[in-house]
């Protein structure tokens, strides 16, 4: 089997030496223009001409778990996508979003104020009965995060496309009941996929069902989220504030009104990095079950391609 790697924004190299020690009876190389075609594929953001010159891929493995910028490319029809399932990814998002959520819930911002202006300022101490939290996307880092935010005794509801179950959780699906989900809420956690049906979801009229204070926190995609809806719910004091780790356009241009926004909280997409090491194993591991009989059907991370996810 050929095995090609094709990954921007960093340096194939260490992909390719831990996939072919992981899969010593296959071939695994670096994609550059002009080579024989591969029939597997490791990718990040190709750009469009690695699938032009791969017309037979049988598969793709994505070394993320997001796959909108795959889906936006012309992909041969018959080629798999198969994304990343956590491999180290959750535990970051769950410090990531745990910290957001405390850090607003305890008022740590208002402290560090008040250390700046060398005031002692106490503050009353906050119900976590009255802070709901609400978890968009129920998927592996999804319902991760709202499994550590019940086990901090916060009431979790959850919404995602089709039902799940997760206990503790009370648990939303559909676009018939997302009104009331939100409207249960005061904190938002967006764990979404980007797709059509997705894209500027936490509009003006979405997040003006949050309880009055309701705080934003986005970690899926910036696309989710419409700006300017945004602020204006913040400037009104309907929003006490947001956290955000992902924009429209990253880098983050430096004129955009987010950085200056005195509610806002922003981190350049750190929430959840790749984890090398566990990814090459996550992929090889699945590699292998595909070599020993498996149909990619029933190998997990299978993407839908006309859900998106």
Same mark, same amino acid.
Not at 221 to 238: E, F, K, N, P, T
Not at 273 to 301: H, N, Y
């Given at each position: ?21 992981? #899969?010593? *009876?296959? !071939? ?32 793709? /493995? ?5 796959v ?11 080629? +798999? &996508? &198969? ?10 998002m769950? $410090?990531?979003?745990?910290? *957001? ?17 060398? !005031?002692w ?8 009965? $009255?802070?709901? =939290? ?6 592996? #880092? ?12 916060? =009431?979790v ?7 799940k ?6 648990? /939303?699906?559909?676009? +018939? ?21 997705? $894209?500027?979801i ?7 069902? #949050? !309880? !009055?204070?309701?705080?934003l ?14 602020? *204006?719910?913040?400037d009104?004091?309907?929003? *006490? ?8 356009? $990253? ?59």
């Amino acid at each position: 089997m050929r095995i090609a790697v094709a990954l921007s924004h960093t340096s194939a190299d260490p992909w390719v030496k831990g996939l072919q020690n992981e #899969l010593p *009876a296959h !071939q695994v190389y670096e994609w550059n223009s002009g080579e024989a075609p591969a029939d597997t594929a490791v990718v990040w953001t190709p750009p469009q001409v690695f699938f032009d010159q791969h017309p037979h891929l049988k598969v793709v /493995f994505n070394t993320g778990a997001g796959v909108d910028a795959l889906l936006k490319l012309i992909l041969p029809i018959n080629t +798999s &996508i &198969i994304r990343l399932e956590d491999a180290g990814m959750s535990v970051q998002m769950c $410090e990531y979003v745990l910290n *957001a959520v405390v850090r607003h819930f305890r008022e740590f911002d208002v402290y560090a104020t008040s250390q700046v202006q060398s !005031q002692w300022q106490f503050r009353k101490p906050r119900v976590r009965s $009255e802070f709901p =939290v609400g978890v968009m996307g129920l998927g592996v #880092l999804g319902a991760k995060v709202a499994q550590t935010l019940k086990n901090f005794d916060f =009431v979790v509801n959850g919404w995602s496309q089709t039902l799940k179950q997760i206990e503790g959780v009370r648990c /939303f699906n559909g676009i +018939s009941q997302l009104s009331d989900f939100l409207k249960a809420s005061k904190f938002l956690i967006c764990l979404l996929p980007l797709t059509t049906q997705t $894209e500027n979801i936490l509009n003006h009229s979405h997040l003006s069902m #949050l !309880q !009055q204070g309701g705080y934003l926190i986005n970690v899926a995609r910036g696309a989710h989220v419409v700006d300017g809806d945004l602020i *204006a719910l913040l400037d009104s004091g309907h929003l *006490a504030g947001a956290t955000l780790d992902v924009f429209r356009q $990253e880098p983050l241009t430096a004129d955009h009104p987010f950085w200056l926004h005195p509610k806002i909280t922003l981190t350049p997409h750190t929430s959840a990095r790749t984890m090398r090491d566990e990814t090459i194993l996550q992929i090889a591991g699945k590699i292998k079950q595909w070599v020993d009989g498996v149909p990619l059907s029933q190998i997990s991370g299978l993407i839908n391609r006309e859900r998106g996810y």
